[in-house]
């Protein structure tokens, strides 16, 4: 397939890299023309603007968005839409709210699919997870890129009509969150409790075999590993939160009870406040699957 790629930074990146190495056609543009030529050495055809990109595909557009969510979707697709009828298909793959989906392919003259992405950095070698929402005939006309950017075939689905992938995703990022904080006090438990314990050491002996198993316990390992089990200088404060508060307020409006989730995101923003080890935990696990930045003290 032909792909234009909107938006080359980490995960952008990801998708021009994963979808030239199972032999696609990509046409890449970035705001910073340093991340557009990067993408040119790996392969992509550059692209000097939103419109350009556009004029290089073919008459059946298929173009991948991976900016910012909010504002930056919505200004490129106002650059696209001169360019854009029926035939063609958008995937918006950032971490836009459900709502802004579903408005957006009402509005939008291409076919509209939004793309919940999960796997952050990490999963540049093994690929993402993709929750996608929108037109069955769109999503099964771009399942080769899928198939490409996720981990395969089993790494992607439909998740339904248009807002559908973001909303499942908007849980999943509600799911994370409560994670994080159950591991965070598991192991504040043992760093404050009555032995003098190895953490990495725990996490590793968890990782193999224990029920709770996971690859957020495997970076819990990695963090007790590179930072000790203390956690060195990392800081009790854990940023983000934006996509958990999305889910606490469907909570609300549907009348579905998420105690865990609720607290795991009211423990995010007192983290602005005093210590907690728990916390400090999961800053340093924001790094490991997101490569964000570690705040220190």
């Not at 008459?59 to 979707?73: C, F, H, T, Y």
Request: net charge negative; proline share 3%; charged share 25%.
């Amino acid at each position: 397939m032909e792909l234009g790629v909107i938006g080359l930074g980490r995960m952008g990146r990801i998708v021009v890299d994963r979808s030239l190495d199972a032999g696609h056609d990509v046409v890449a543009f970035d705001l910073d023309a340093e991340a557009t030529a990067a993408a040119a050495e790996a392969g992509a055809t550059p692209a000097d603007s939103v419109s350009d990109l556009a004029d290089r595909l073919g008459e059946e557009r298929r173009i991948w968005l991976m900016v910012p969510a909010g504002d930056a979707v919505d200004a490129t697709l106002d650059e696209l839409e001169p360019h854009l009828d029926a035939e063609d298909v958008v995937v918006d793959g950032g971490n836009s709210h459900f709502e802004d989906s579903v408005r957006r392919a009402e509005s939008c003259p291409a076919a509209y699919l939004d793309c919940g992405t999960s796997g952050g950095p990490a999963s540049a070698e093994a690929g993402f997870s993709l929750m996608v929402g929108g037109p069955a005939w769109a999503y099964e006309e771009l399942t080769p890129v899928f198939d490409a950017v996720a981990t395969g075939p089993a790494g992607h689905d439909r998740m339904g009509e248009a807002g559908s992938g973001h909303y499942v995703k908007m849980v999943h990022n509600g799911v994370e969150y409560a994670l994080m904080q159950a591991y965070g006090e598991g192991f504040e438990l043992l760093h404050e409790g009555r032995y003098d314990l190895d953490l990495e050491a725990v996490a590793r002996t968890w990782n193999n075999g224990a029920v709770i198993r996971s690859w957020l316990l495997e970076l819990c390992e990695e963090a007790f590993r590179e930072e000790g089990s203390d956690l060195g200088d990392v800081a009790d404060r854990i940023e983000g939160g934006s996509t958990g508060t999305w889910t606490v307020q469907e909570a609300l409006e549907q009348e579905v009870p998420l105690p865990l989730i609720y607290q795991a995101l009211a423990e995010r923003f007192s983290s602005r406040g005093d210590g907690r080890f728990s916390r400090r935990l999961a800053n340093r696990l924001r790094y490991g699957f997101g490569r964000h930045e570690v705040q220190r003290e």
